[in-house]
């Protein structure tokens, strides 16, 4: 199915793509399709003019493979603004990507770095979501 196709039947859906490698996109949408990962967060800079559209909650959205093909179509149930030193445990381990608080702190950290810089003060949009369509690996 194609990202016009899935747009006529989820009306104001967006389209966005996990994480910053193949490798890491494919990690993350096989924990969603698992029912591990319900969870994800984006810092906050990178939302608005020019950026991603902040999730709303309600809006169906569509994530794709790394090459931008449809992989879920997934529904907003709950979004937050917060520091990330303020990042609950509750919401780390939605996320499904570490076993405990501090191994998903590590972790993104990391991605921080790497994609516009951290500090333990940012803000960070943090999502939870269910999936609405898996549309295959």
């Given at each position: 199915m194609s990202v016009e196709t899935l747009r006529q039947k989820f009306p104001g859906a967006e389209t966005f793509t996990f994480g910053d490698s193949q490798e890491l996109?494919?990690?993350l949408l096989a924990?969603?399709?698992s029912g591990v990962k319900t969870a994800t967060c984006g810092a906050l800079r990178d939302f608005g003019?020019?950026?991603e559209?902040?999730?709303?909650?309600?809006r169906r959205d569509i994530a794709l493979n790394w090459d931008g093909?449809?992989?879920l179509v997934i529904e907003t149930v709950e979004v937050s603004v917060m520091r990330f030193r303020d990042v609950p445990e509750?919401?780390?381990?939605?996320e499904g990507e570490n076993e405990d608080h501090a191994g998903w702190q590590r972790d993104h950290m990391a991605y921080f770095e790497r994609n516009g810089g951290f500090d333990p003060a940012m803000e960070l949009?943090?999502?939870?979501?269910?999936?609405?369509?898996?549309?295959?690996?």
């Amino acid at each position: 199915m194609s990202v016009e196709t899935l747009r006529q039947k989820f009306p104001g859906a967006e389209t966005f793509t996990f994480g910053d490698s193949q490798e890491l996109c494919d990690q993350l949408l096989a924990l969603v399709r698992s029912g591990v990962k319900t969870a994800t967060c984006g810092a906050l800079r990178d939302f608005g003019d020019g950026g991603e559209a902040m999730p709303v909650v309600g809006r169906r959205d569509i994530a794709l493979n790394w090459d931008g093909s449809p992989a879920l179509v997934i529904e907003t149930v709950e979004v937050s603004v917060m520091r990330f030193r303020d990042v609950p445990e509750s919401f780390a381990l939605a996320e499904g990507e570490n076993e405990d608080h501090a191994g998903w702190q590590r972790d993104h950290m990391a991605y921080f770095e790497r994609n516009g810089g951290f500090d333990p003060a940012m803000e960070l949009v943090c999502e939870r979501f269910k999936v609405i369509e898996d549309l295959g690996s």
